[in-house]
C-alpha cells in the first residue's frame, strides 16, 4: 500500500550541491616511532672519509718515521764505526774519551738528547778470531725521532748500532794523501779505478763524485779521513785519526832539486797544447819503451821540470829490477793525456811529486787525465824507495 501523503502537504525544495572545490581531510599516517633525525642519512660519506684519512694519516705517518728511523740507524752506525778506530788507535787509558769524542763530532754526544756512547776494550773479537783485545762501542739512542706515527699510538723505538776493531788491526793504505786541508783525496767526473783489496786514506777531507769508488766489486775495502769522507770507499768513515808519513824517513833520499827556482824553470801544459823536450814522453800509435834508474836525473829522465805529458803509451823498465826506478816530477802533474804509462815485467816504480816554493807560480802535485781513457798501470818496489 502506498504511503499516505496528507492533504495540503508541501515537499521542502531540494537542495543542489555542487561539490568541485570541496577537498576531503588529507590521509595522515601514523607518527614515526624513532625521531626523524635518526633517520636522516645525510653525512655518512663525510664520517667514513673521516675515520679512514686518520688511518690513512697514521701509515703514511709510520712510513715517514720508519725511514727516519733508518736514516738514524746508520748515522749511528757511522759513528760507531769512526769510534771504534779512533778507540783501537789510542790504544791507552784515554780510549773512551777518544771514542766519544769522536762520536760527537758526527752529533751524538754522550749523555745528551737521549744518546749513550760506551767504549769498553778487552772483548772478544768476531768470529773466527778467538782473541780478547778488540775495542767495542756502542752509540745508542733511548728514544728515536717520533713525528707521526704517534697518531696510531706508537711510542719512539730504541736504536743502536755496535761497532768493533782489533788493537792490532790497522788499515793497509795503497793511497794515502798526507795534505792537512781542504779534500786531499778529490775525484769528479767518471774516473775509472780498480782498488779492489785496497784501502785508502786522507789526512784531512775526502770527496769522490761520480766514480767506481764507492761501490764494489772496484771501490776501496775502507775509505777513511781525518775530515769528512763524502762517497769514498765501500766503507767510508770520517773523522778518523791522522797517519803519521811512512816514508818521512826516506826524505833525505828525494834528489836535490836541479830544476832552479825561476818560474820558466818549471814548464806548465798549456791548455789543448802539447809538451815538448823532457816534458813529453812517447809517440802516437806506438808503446815506447823509457828505462828509468834508480838515481834519478835530468838526463836519464829520471827528474822532470815541470808538467809531464804523454804523447803516446809509455812502458817503463827499471835498471834495478823489482827494487824500483824512481821518477821524480817538480812542480808538475803527471797528465796520461789518453795514454798509458805501465811497468815491464819484473819492474818497478816510484813517482814523487815535489818541487820548491817558486813566485808568482802556483803548480799542482798529482796524476791527472785530460785525454778522457788514461791509464796508471804500475808495479810498487818491493824495497827502498
Not at 228 to 241: A, D, E, L, R
Not at 317 to 334: F, K
Amino acid at each position: 500500500m502506498p504511503p499516505m501523503i496528507p492533504t495540503g502537504y508541501v515537499a521542502p525544495p531540494a537542495t543542489v550541491c555542487s561539490c568541485e572545490g570541496l577537498h576531503r581531510p588529507a590521509h595522515r599516517r601514523p607518527g614515526p616511532l624513532v625521531p626523524a633525525i635518526w633517520q636522516n642519512e645525510g653525512g655518512a660519506v663525510a664520517i667514513i672519509a673521516g675515520l679512514a684519512l686518520t688511518v690513512l694519516i697514521g701509515i703514511v705517518g709510520l712510513a715517514v718515521d720508519v725511514g727516519m728511523w733508518h736514516h738514524t740507524g746508520r748515522a749511528l752506525q757511522n759513528a760507531a764505526d769512526a769510534a771504534v778506530i779512533a778507540a783501537s788507535q789510542n790504544g791507552t787509558g784515554s780510549y773512551q774519551s777518544e771514542a766519544k769524542a769522536v762520536a760527537a763530532q758526527y752529533g751524538f754526544v754522550d749523555g745528551a738528547n737521549s744518546i749513550t756512547v760506551t767504549a769498553l776494550n778487552n772483548q772478544t773479537c768476531p768470529s773466527p778470531s778467538t782473541a780478547t783485545d778488540c775495542y767495542k762501542v756502542t752509540v745508542a739512542q733511548a728514544s728515536a725521532p717520533l713525528f707521526f706515527s704517534s697518531v696510531l699510538g706508537l711510542a719512539a723505538p730504541a736504536i743502536s748500532s755496535v761497532a768493533m776493531a782489533s788493537s792490532k788491526e790497522t788499515h793497509s793504505y795503497c793511497m794515502l794523501a798526507l795534505g792537512t786541508s781542504g779534500d786531499a783525496i778529490r775525484t769528479n767526473g767518471s774516473p775509472v779505478a780498480n782498488m779492489n783489496g785496497c784501502s785508502i786514506m786522507s789526512n784531512s777531507g775526502a770527496k769522490c763524485d761520480g766514480t767506481n769508488l764507492r761501490t764494489a766489486p772496484d771501490g776501496p775495502t775502507y775509505g777513511d779521513a781525518a775530515g769528512t769522507n763524502t762517497g769514498c770507499g765501500i766503507n767510508q768513515s770520517s773523522n778518523v785519526p791522522t797517519v803519521a808519513d811512512p816514508y818521512a824517513s826516506l826524505q833525505s833520499s828525494i834528489p836535490t832539486n836541479p830544476c832552479g827556482t825561476a818560474k820558466t824553470s818549471f814548464p806548465q801544459e798549456p791548455k789543448k797544447g802539447v809538451m815538448s823536450g823532457n816534458n813529453a814522453w812517447g809517440a802516437a800509435g806506438v808503446t815506447t819503451t823509457m828505462p828509468l834508474a834508480g838515481s834519478p836525473t835530468i838526463a836519464n829522465h829520471g827528474i822532470v821540470c815541470g808538467d809531464l805529458q804523454l804523447q803516446g803509451d809509455v812502458l817503463v823498465t827499471s835498471s834495478a829490477g823489482l827494487a824500483g826506478a824512481l821518477l821524480v816530477i817538480e812542480n808538475g802533474v803527471l797528465d796520461t793525456n789518453g795514454h798509458k804509462l805501465s811497468t815491464a815485467s819484473g819492474s818497478a816504480l816510484t813517482i814523487i811529486f815535489t818541487g820548491p816554493t817558486v813566485s808568482g807560480l802556483s803548480p799542482s802535485h798529482y796524476p791527472t787525465d785530460n785525454g778522457g781513457s788514461g791509464t796508471l798501470d804500475f808495479m810498487a818496489p818491493t824495497s827502498g824507495l
